[in-house]
């Protein structure tokens, strides 16, 4: 099974992308010290598995479960769909985006990423 992970702490979140089961998920908060440092590993497993990733037939799975995140995580996650976009194509890529009832800027958020990158987004109450 190839799954690639990043263990979740005060700073940073969990992040597991399962290429069997075709899901990235990330839990947490999200204001690492260094974005690029942290998220890195993970552009870089997604590149080693791109070929994998094109194959598999299936649409993938993203689904972000943060409780806060900064604003140059957002420009991270903006980024990251735009690349996983451009593997997977906009009708090959699921993105659901949680958020509390009383979180209206994480709502918002999410809604200006979809509109940003013109890609539904399903938006679920956790």
């Known amino acids: ?7 979740e702490s005060k700073r940073t ?12 998920i990330f839990n947490g908060v999200s204001i ?6 942290f998220y890195s590993p993970l552009f870089s497993w997604i ?4 070929l994998d990733l094109i194959k ?6 993203v689904k ?17 769909l735009k690349y996983l976009i451009t593997i997977k194509g906009y009708e090959k890529l699921h993105i659901i985006w949680f958020y509390d009832k009383d979180d209206e800027d994480m709502l918002e958020t999410a809604k200006d990423i979809s509109s940003i990158l013109n890609i539904p987004i399903e938006y679920s109450l956790r």
């Open 13 to 24: 979140p969990e992040v597991v992308f399962n290429l069997e089961s075709s899901e990235l």
């Open 47 to 50: 590149e080693v598995n791109k």
């Open 1 to 7: 099974m190839n799954i690639f992970t990043l263990t």
């Open 64 to 80: 972000f479960n943060f409780k806060y995140f900064n604003s140059v995580s957002l420009k991270f996650i903006v980024s990251l």
């Open 56 to 61: 598999n037939s299936n649409p993938l799975i």
């Open 32 to 37: 690492p010290e260094d974005v690029q440092l």
